[in-house]
């Protein structure tokens, strides 16, 4: 059993898109993160959200500003990957302990900051073992298969808050479903007859 005082860092990413994956995986850029420290009961403590200025592809795709919300002038306006990292290493430093870990939903976004600060030239921004809460959940649940995030809600009964595609949203949101990723809570699924 996990202990409720227990701090996690939520992390959600959104990145440089475009339908048919025209851009390929390696040439995707993060253009903004969301975070939040979070107790394993899933009470959001601190949180943190920055737009991310791409290098490689800084104009969006019209498929991208639809799919996240972000317009041009948020990523315009932005610091580039680099800068970004270091306020993100503070927030994940500021309420560290030295033993928790950082989440995501799936291994795409511990992947993207990998990519990120490997094209800055920089060390990984987040000094700590990454969870992969997507696989977790599953596991916890012995559903099978993964699940996307709005689903995993779904199945907990939480409503989706904020915007889907948006980072802190989703952060927030993962955040939400803690109980159930670490198995503190079980989904009362409904069994066909």
């Not at 107790?39 to 791409?54: C, I, K, M, N």
């Not at 800084?58 to 919300?69: H, Q, Y």
């Not at 306020?87 to 560290?96: G, I, Q, R, V």
């Not at 990120?116 to 599953?138: E, Q, T, V």
Request: aromatic share 6%.
């Amino acid at each position: 059993m996990q202990d409720p005082k227990t701090r996690i860092l939520v992390i959600d990413l959104e990145a440089t898109c475009d339908e048919d994956r025209r851009i390929p995986t390696d040439e995707m850029e993060i253009i903004e993160i969301g975070a939040c420290w979070a107790t394993a009961t899933g009470e959001v403590l601190d949180q943190f959200q920055s737009f991310v200025r791409p290098l490689l592809r800084p104009t969006l795709t019209s498929f991208c500003g639809s799919l996240t919300g972000i317009r041009q002038t948020d990523v315009d306006s932005a610091r580039p990957f680099a800068e970004v990292a270091i306020d993100l290493t503070k927030f994940a430093c500021l309420n560290s302990s030295g033993e928790e870990f950082w989440t995501s939903w799936g291994a795409y976004d511990r992947s993207q900051i990998e990519r990120d600060s490997l094209r800055c030239g920089i060390p990984n921004p987040l000094p700590m073992p990454h969870s992969n809460a997507k696989r977790r959940f599953a596991k916890a649940h012995r559903i099978g298969k993964e699940v996307g995030m709005t689903k995993a809600l779904e199945l907990a009964g939480i409503p989706l808050l904020g915007a889907h595609h948006r980072a802190l949203d989703d952060a927030r949101n993962i955040a939400r479903l803690l109980p159930w990723i670490l198995g503190e809570r079980t989904l009362k699924l409904r069994r066909a007859s």
